[in-house]
């Protein structure tokens, strides 16, 4: 039984992979964080500049391109709009004509508005999305290598509404989030690594505690496992070599006295009927020696065990075959765990199945041993079992689990019930 398996290496990698979860996790909420501050920066930049400079500075004439009025605005704020990271400035009319922009030959041009600068126009609030740089109004922008466009609602001294709409270099809006998402990565980390620091001598110890307490737990089970079958040993030994030797001496008297010739018929039928009786309780008490501990649980001896184990159902009427194939190079463990369940099936078959034939058999399949208990009695549905008495197989399942096995109870009513075990021979 294999209670630990390597701890050591099960504590790294459950560590190591705990610790790269997190902080791809948290790499990438950063990430997306440090995204939404970078193009908030550029929406609120965006908003200070049209509603703080250009706004308040729009005026009259601006609209239908009087050039004093374009100048005019150019001299009071063209140079205050092209501040920081803003590369282009464009003012565009309900028409899509440009009323102004930092690069003159755009001013008076007129292009197709998308639609959602036109909700932007209409409805106001701001919106951003990167440049279509093949489009014949950013054709100065071109070799600029990616732009983002952040567009927001102004209205001229006129009360008509106009597109404001700023250009943003997108690897200065890149180097903005790398700005905000370095700091809070490197923060990350470092708190993971000085948890991790803390954490793990703790954990460490702990899972050493655990590992111990696991394999004491497994000694002692070892160990009172192997004085429970020490102790059966000696139950049997002296039941053997004691009752049951007393007892045969008694019925070979008792057929001795039956056979002399002076004794009366009525003596001799007496002492018959008590001669039978005490073999028919030698065989059970046989038996039941079997039961508390087999002669010998090796490959070679199995059959023998289990013709032994059989030998009550025999002696009640019961048909029953044991057959025992290919198991000679199997381990003493997987004999005793094939033994233990075989126990247990032919057990319940006979106090309970009220079958008329009853086999058993084990086979070598590879590297597995295979133990078939079949019975044709009267079967029971094995999802609803409320008798005790079919409790002993299910105890085992821990058992057979631990050996890396498999057993399964195949039985519905009247069926009949089959028992099957699946182990590794060595």
């Known amino acids: ?8 290496v099960q504590f790294l990698t459950i560590g190591l992979l705990l610790f790269s979860g997190i902080v791809v996790a948290t790499t990438l909420l950063a990430d997306r964080a440090a995204s939404r501050e970078a193009l908030a920066d550029a ?12 706004e308040p500075e729009l005026t009259r004439g601006l609209v239908e391109g009087r050039a004093g009025a374009v100048d005019r605005f150019d001299r009071e704020v063209g140079g205050r709009l092209l501040i920081g990271d803003v590369k282009r400035i464009k003012i565009w009319s309900a028409e899509g004509t ?40 950013n054709r100065f922008e071109a070799s600029s290598g990616g ?3 952040v567009y927001t609602q102004v209205t001229s001294p006129e009360g008509e509404p106009l597109l404001f709409e700023a250009y943003y270099y997108t690897r200065d809006i890149d180097q903005r989030r790398q700005e905000v998402f370095l700091p809070f990565r490197r923060i990350v980390i470092g708190s993971l690594l000085a948890m991790l620091a803390v954490a793990t001598p703790m954990i460490w110890a702990l899972t050493q505690r655990l590992t111990s307490a696991a394999r004491e737990r497994e000694r002692l089970l070892e160990s009172a496992i192997d004085a429970s079958d020490a102790e059966r040993r000696r139950i049997a030994r002296d039941l053997h070599d004691g009752v049951v ?21 009525a003596t001799r039928s007496a002492l018959d009927r008590a001669g039978r009786s005490l073999r028919a309780s030698l065989r059970s008490l046989r038996s039941l020696l079997v039961e508390i501990h087999p002669p010998d649980l090796k490959a070679d001896g199995l059959a023998a065990a289990l013709a032994d184990l059989t ?16 198991v000679d190079d199997a381990s003493d463990t997987a004999v005793a765990l094939v033994w233990r369940v075989a126990q247990e099936a032919v057990r319940n078959a006979i106090r309970h199945a009220e079958a008329s034939t009853l086999s058993v058999r084990v086979a070598g399949r590879g590297s597995r041993l295979v133990l078939d208990v079949e019975d044709d009695g009267r079967g029971f549905t094995p999802e609803a079992v409320t008798d005790p008495a079919h409790y002993g197989l299910r105890g085992l399942s821990s058992l057979v689990a631990d050996a890396g096995g498999t057993l399964e109870v195949l039985s519905a009513p009247e069926a009949g019930t089959t028992v099957r075990l699946e182990v590794a021979r060595r």
Do not use: C, H, W
């Not at 003159?104 to 932007?120: A, K, R, V």
């Not at 030797?245 to 018929?265: I, K, M």
């Not at 030998?311 to 290919?326: C, K, M």
């Open 147 to 149: 732009l983002l466009e």
């Open 98 to 137: 440009i009323v102004y922009s930092d690069v003159g030959e755009l001013i008076g041009t007129q292009y197709d508005l998308g639609d959602d600068e036109l909700e932007i126009l209409e409805q106001g609030g701001i919106e951003a999305e990167i440049s279509d740089l093949s489009k014949p109004e």
């Open 245 to 265: 030797q007393d007892l045969v001496g008694t019925a070979f008297s008792l057929t001795a006295l039956s056979r002399e010739a002076d004794t009366p018929p």
């Open 311 to 326: 030998a009550p159902a025999t002696s009640a009427g019961v048909r029953t075959e044991v057959t025992v194939e290919d």
């Open 1 to 8: 039984m294999q209670l630990v398996r390597n701890p050591v």
């Open 43 to 54: 929406r609120f930049n965006t908003l200070v500049l049209a509603r703080s400079v250009a």
